[in-house]
């Protein structure tokens, strides 16, 4: 199938490289946008498509939880970004963790040599410079001009009219407002070459048999005085930014502090199902290292997303044991993320009410997560083509993982706030739930509804051109 007007994709970034790709699968011309190369943002590196910014980790792939099962529907849906991150892999435990250079290469590699997409380097500013169709997915740190633009269109013809970069650099949480923010933050990078592993030691939770992760133990006394140190140590916080909320699953270490010093314990450094391999002991407290490469010459801090300026992030992070004489490639920052409220301002397909041919995908949707974003994009794709091709949008079932975050962004609430997929979610089954066993049966009925479900959402749309 061919379609004359080419489609216009800002943002090849996660969601955008695989709307583009999807649509292109699907026959459509496809003119993809990225700024980077000309202009970047604060937390990216690199002009390569879908670089990811901080983690390397997609998160779970384990069957019996819910990202697993969006990748499990993301399989059957022929997501680019899942094939790629699976042929990036690095040892990661139970989570997908990719090498990020050769995963961003492979990404930017299909995308551009594939025969219907072209890739142009440039930075979108307003709107109305882009022909439609076009499908916005420019991310949590979208060009500010171009989020003013965004927001004057969002904006409610009522509404009184605000300019200059008031319009977007307010920090609005309020559940009236076209844009929300909040923060996210990045965690550092080691030399793996400078941990100690006479102090330091691979092992993983619960003994899965993989030893992926590097642990850093610690006593009870020198845990306390590192909880001490982070307390003291100097905090990045712009002033413009002051009452926006953090997102909780990127929650900057010393917030987690601030909510008391057991915190970080009971979070990322809970020392549960971890025994040292010599003595068999278990420590108060650990601070886990992931793989980052494909080498393995540099290990990430995990759970240890940071707003500590940065001479105080290196003496701080240096009392963690086997890491007193470490090298950091790269401190940690803290960004202000943005995203649309979807369900006042978007259709049930995520096209603007005002323009039917204006999409937005991607975490500026309010999903939150590489892969949940990834997920939005692909479902753009899908609903575009079907308009496209002039017939009914088939929606996801509900009671699939992939129509569950949908539902989450397009429902309408009160409050809105960004989430990643999880079991709260999905559609409850018709059950009693009294005990952990019940809860856990109740979650093996809601994946096994969700794969049936997508299974024959698949088999039915498939093959419609
Ligand atoms: C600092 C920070 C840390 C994060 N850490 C994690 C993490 O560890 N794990 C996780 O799962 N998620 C994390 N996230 C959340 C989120 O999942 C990622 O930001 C994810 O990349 C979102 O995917 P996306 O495709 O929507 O946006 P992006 O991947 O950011 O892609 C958007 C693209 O649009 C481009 N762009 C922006 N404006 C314009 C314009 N005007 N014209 C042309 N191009 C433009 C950008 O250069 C970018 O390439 C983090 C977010 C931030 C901000």
Redesign the pocket.
Known sequence: MTQERPIYV???????SECAWQLAERGHSVVL????GVQS?P??TTDRL??????NSF?SQTDYSAPGQLKWEAEKLGSLILKAARESTIPAGMALGVDRVVFANSITEAIANHPRIRIER????DLADIPRPTVI???????QS?AESIRNHLRDDGDAATSGADAVGTATAGAESEFLYFF???APIIDVDTINMDIAFKADRFDNGTNDYINCPFDKEPYFKFIEAIKNARKIEPKEFENVPYFES?MPIEVMVDRGPLTPRFGPMSPNGIRHPKTGEKPYAVVQLRQENREATSYNMVGFQTKMAYGDQKEVFRMIPGLENAEFLKLGSI?R?MYIHSPRKLSPVLSSKKDAELFFA???TGV????D?TCI?LLVARFLHDRLSGREVAMPPRETAFGSLLNAITEPKKHFQPTNINFGLFPVPDMKTRNQKDRELKREVQLEIAKAAMTKWVSETTGLG
């Open positions: 800002v943002g090849g970034g996660l969601a955008g946008i990225e700024m980077r943002t937390a990216h879908a670089e990811l910014v901080c983690s998160g440039r930075v979108v500013r997915a420019t991310g949590p740190l979208t060009d171009l996210d933050a990045i990127c960004h993320n991607g975490q500026i939150e997560g590489y892969f974003s994009g």
